[in-house]
T-cell receptor, first 110, second 113 residues
Framework: GQSLEQPSEVTAVEGAIVQINCTYQTSGFYGLSWYQQHDGGAPTFLSYNALDGLEETGRFSSFLSRSDSYGYLLLQELQMKDSASYFCAVRSTGFQKLVFGTGTRLLVSP | DGGITQSPKYLFRKEGQNVTLSCEQNLNHDAMYWYRQDPGQGLRLIYYSQIVNDFQKGDIAEGYSVSREKKESFPLTVTSAQKNPTAFYLC????????????FGEGSRLTVL
């Protein structure tokens, strides 16, 4: 089977840095993705890691360690608009299916 | 603007009724997907389609049906056999089946009365 674990909620203040972790168990692995979803809205793609290491895109960075079956999303210079749910997702056996974690709700306060 | 359009945004249904959710995309994507989202459970795959006239069951296909007669359209029918249909339904597409990025519609919220 496949499973992904994320913390259910993280809180931080504006301007801070926050890290959202994701551990996964899959049979076969092709990559780890991150999506952002504001309440009642559509998930939007943030990043993708297929190889070990850090990928940086503006204020957001994503890290992957395939040997540890672990990744994280790093958000810097937090803004109020970053308050949302963040999902990690893996594409694994069969390649067609993208399996999502249960999501981490990030609350950014002034 | 290219994108994915889902309709209706909100839908109410009586028990025992079938309902069809619409999903249209003008991104010229081959692959399309339906996900169900419940509080605290993330997104779960219902059905997916890689090309026209072909689709496969996802992890929670029971009580649902789909069709893919046109590349742009992938409607989902929630049948009366679905035991707990109240949920937020999300349609997505990608350029190909293995593409790293999914593009999502704004969702349809179904409530069974």
């Amino acid at each position: 089977g496949q499973s992904l674990e994320q913390p259910s909620e993280v809180t931080a203040v504006e301007g801070a840095i926050v890290q959202i972790n994701c551990t996964y168990q899959t049979s076969g692995f092709y990559g780890l993705s991150w999506y952002q979803q504001h309440d009642g809205g559509a998930p939007t793609f943030l990043s993708y890691n297929a190889l070990d290491g850090l990928e940086e895109t503006g204020r957001f960075s994503s890290f992957l360690s395939r040997s540890d079956s672990y990744g994280y999303l790093l958000l810097q210079e937090l803004q109020m608009k970053d308050s949302a749910s963040y999902f990690c997702a893996v594409r694994s056996t069969g390649f067609q299916k993208l399996v999502f974690g249960t999501g981490t709700r990030l609350l950014v306060s002034p | 603007d290219g994108g994915i359009t889902q309709s209706p945004k909100y839908l109410f249904r009586k028990e025992g009724q079938n309902v069809t959710l619409s999903c249209e995309q003008n991104l010229n994507h081959d692959a399309m997907y339906w996900y169900r989202q419940d509080p605290g459970q993330g997104l779960r795959l219902i059905y997916y389609s890689q090309i026209v006239n072909d689709f496969q069951k996802g992890d929670i296909a029971e009580g649902y049906s789909v069709s893919r007669e046109k590349k742009e359209s992938f409607p989902l029918t929630v049948t009366s056999a679905q035991k707990n249909p109240t949920a937020f339904y999300l349609c997505a597409s990608s350029l190909g089946q293995g593409d790293r990025e999914l593009f999502f519609g704004e969702g349809s919220r179904l409530t069974v009365l």
